[in-house]
């Protein structure tokens, strides 16, 4: 019919200016899509050129670009070489949202206010029009065989054309020429009986247009006709919806509507719905009520509700009226217009009975619902909604939640049992969430918080995981006491330094892992020990036994640094030499802070390790003249006599007693003896220069000490010792 013409043009034009007010979302969803396919070919971003226009990757979520690309049907972007070039028929299957160029052209309100007013007009007009102003309008579609056509067409009488045409044959012609008796209850009445009742069908846009037609009309119809399909007329309807003490007829035709699912039920629906002046909601709410299953469905997805505006206001009707859950049919409509409109519907932004929250909540969880907003919820929805952890993990869904105006961390988290389920599951989204939101929040600021969650979930999260927590939270949640910790955690724990350092923390954990990696991490800061904490809660035994240990944990902490943090264990006893490996400049370390004793047995057992773990202690000992043996020297004299921090007077010690310190002959250790004494102008005995002589066979090293040995008498010769020529000596 015309109107259902018209219904259908203001439903497309509404929707038209729909995707208008839209346009920049979608610019944005295809410019991502665009970048996408654009890091396919380059790595870099290219030019994009659309008609004349240049464009860059950065606009690409514009919607002049967009509009650009929507009129011209094409566009390319090219890098050095390498071109991309999209036309009519590539773009249309990539980026379908560009087919309809009306879509995308600005948004024009008045002009829409002044398109829809028309339409309205026009509905209005035609559902009361007669045959004379059908005859006259000029608005039909094309499609459709204009009314005064028709009348050519179906009267062969030019009289009776011009009668139409002038007015004095209307629609009620046969009501006027039939004779009735009894009470006369009006030409439209009498109609509408003749055409809709009677036949039973329906005639769901005739208008009545006397007064009180409707009540007339219900009085003169049988009693099964709020129970049939004639009763679908808009007029009829609308009379029983608004009128409450006609309840039970108004129930009767929503049972009919209900049961009936027909051509002509959907039929009715479309015009009433499109009717603005019905009351739409009053049939929504009572469908609703019947209950109807398909009723949120058809109202959240139907193509023929007529805008979004009107789509929203009669879904926000069911939902207050909806009864439980099971009596309807809940689909993909239902669940996509609850998600993208929810800030827009009453029936979860206002406050409603306990009843109707129910109901209400019942929908959303059944849809499985997660909430990007609570703040638009109403208190007591809210309530139900973070209680059933049914809401998007943000700043400030976790604040709301929370019931704080602070940063949403684990601590205030994991105090409220039923947010902490909802971000223990979903621990990767919360820790995501407050990185980009919070950026350089901790998110864990206690110690109390910590401990309580690396023992609920350290079976629970993988070991990266557990990891990437501790080591997000703040210095002051440094565990005090690593025992309230699970053992297999506490090398997690040290890694990402949150063991407070105190000897007892430090006891504890080397007796299970010793001084490992990450140990030896958490006891230097940038290059410097740092402070030991609580060193006379442990007794002097202990802190003795933790000295050793981290005086022997040379694979990961220098000599220096080993050292500077015993020394702040304040120990009472001595430590025994015995008990620390061997290893560099860590005897030297401790004689210089006095950890060790400056004394023979230091220094032999030391010597055990080599050279390297004793050359510095000599240089740096008080007492070593007063013990230098031989044994202490033995198995690197070379290394003794050339290392130039060591005092003089004890590699002098060495070359004056070479019988001592080297018994056997040694060429290396002879050879660095006599070059010593060389140097320091050392004049060695005779048997001493004999063997240097005998041993190591070089002239150069023994002509200065033969000319200082007394009874020594060299003969004359042309030749020097290097010569090769025989030698003679008088002695």
């Known amino acids: 019919t ?17 995707h208008r007010e839209t346009r920049e979302r979608t610019a944005a969803e295809l410019g991502a899509r665009l970048r996408d396919i654009i890091k396919m070919f380059w790595s870099e971003s290219p030019s994009i050129m659309v008609d004349d226009k240049q464009f860059s990757v950065d606009d690409l979520d514009a919607v002049e670009f967009w509009q650009s690309v929507v009129k011209t049907k094409s566009f390319y972007a090219w890098l050095y070489r390498t071109t991309m070039k999209l036309e009519s028929e590539s773009l249309a299957r990539l980026f379908p949202e560009t087919v309809n160029e009306a879509e995308w052209s ?14 309205d007009r026009d509905i209005a007009m035609l559902r009361g029009v007669d045959f004379a102003e ?34 004095f044959i209307t629609r009620n012609y046969a009501e006027y020429s039939a004779i009735f008796y009894g009470s006369f209850v009006g030409v439209d009445v009498a109609f509408f009986y003749n055409r809709a009742v009677r036949p039973n069908e329906m005639y769901l846009d005739y208008e009545f247009t006397s007064k009180n037609a409707v009540v007339n009309l219900l009085e003169q119809v049988p009693r099964e006709f709020t129970s049939s399909v004639s009763a679908l007329n808009i007029q009829v309807v609308s009379y029983l919806l608004e009128n409450k003490n006609r309840i039970d007829e108004a129930k009767s035709i929503v049972t009919y509507i209900v049961t009936h699912n027909n051509a002509d039920v959907q039929t009715f629906l479309n015009a009433f719905f499109n009717e603005s002046t019905a009351p739409r909601e009053d049939l929504v709410r009572m469908l609703t009520q019947h209950p109807w299953r398909k009723v ?83 208190a007591h929805l809210r309530d139900r909604i973070v209680n059933a952890r049914m809401y998007a993990i943000n700043v400030k869904n976790l604040r709301l939640a929370l019931d704080i105006d602070g940063a949403p961390t684990l601590d205030e988290v994991h105090a409220k049992t039923i947010v902490w389920e909802l971000c223990r599951n979903h621990i990767t989204d919360y820790v995501s969430v407050m990185e980009n939101d919070l950026l350089g929040q901790s998110i864990i600021l206690r110690d109390v918080t910590l401990i309580k969650i690396i023992e609920e979930q350290h079976d629970v999260w993988a070991n990266d995981q557990l990891r990437d927590i501790i080591a997000r939270s703040a210095p002051s949640a440094a565990i005090a006491s690593i025992e309230d910790a699970p053992p297999q955690t506490w090398s997690i724990i040290v890694d990402s330094r949150r063991m407070v350092p105190t000897t007892a923390n430090l006891l504890a954990y080397i007796r299970l892992h010793g001084v490992d990696k990450e140990l030896s991490a958490l006891l230097i800061d940038r290059g410097e020990p740092v402070e030991l904490q609580n060193i006379q809660e442990v007794a002097d035994e202990d802190r003795n036994a933790l000295a050793v240990q981290l005086l022997n944990a040379s694979e990961y902490l220098s000599a220096n ?35 060790l004793p400056d004394t023979f047995e230091s220094f032999a057992h030391f010597a055990t390790g080599g050279w390297e773990s004793v050359s510095d202690a000599f240089a740096v000992s008080k007492k070593i003249s007063e013990f230098i043996r031989p044994a202490l020297v033995a198995d690197f004299v070379v290394e003794f006599l050339e290392d130039q921090e060591i005092p003089y007077a004890l590699r002098r010690t060495v070359v004056r007693n070479l019988g001592e310190y080297v018994p056997n002959d040694d060429r290396q250790a002879l050879e660095a003896v006599g070059q010593f004494a060389l140097e320091h102008e050392i004049w060695l005995p005779l048997e001493d220069v004999c063997r240097i002589a005998r041993v190591t066979q070089n002239p150069d090293m023994i002509s200065k000490q033969l000319a200082h040995v007394e009874d020594v008498y060299i003969g004359a010769h042309d030749e020097p010792f290097s010569s090769g020529e025989s030698w003679t000596f008088w002695l």
């Open 134 to 167: 059908l005859a006259h309008y000029e608005r039909a579609s094309e499609k459709r065989t204009w009314f005064d056509q028709r009348i050519d067409d179906v009267l062969d009488s030019e009289l009776a054309r011009e009668l139409v045409r002038g007015g």
């Open 561 to 595: 640094n080993r050292v500077r943090l015993v020394e702040q264990l304040s120990l009472e006893s001595e430590i025994e030499p015995t008990s620390v490996t061997p290893s560099p400049n860590l005897l030297a370390q401790a004689l210089k802070t006095g950890l």
């Open 106 to 119: 600005d948004p024009e309100p008045a002009e829409l206010a002044r398109q829809a007013d028309r339409y």
């Open 296 to 378: 949120f469905e058809y109202l959240a997805g139907h193509p023929g509700i007529p805008d979004r505006e009107t789509r929203l206001k009669l879904f926000n009707v069911a939902l207050l009226s909806a009864e439980p859950i099971g009596s309807y049919k809940i689909g993909d409509c239902t669940k996509a217009l609850i998600e993208s409109c929810y800030p827009h519907l009453t029936a979860v932004t206002e406050d409603h009975s306990h009843e109707t929250t129910s109901r209400i909540f019942e929908m959303l969880e059944a849809i499985g619902f997660t909430v990007n907003d609570l703040e638009v919820l109403n």
């Open 2 to 18: 015309l109107i259902t013409d018209l219904q259908e043009k203001r439903s497309r034009l509404l929707r038209l200016e729909e």
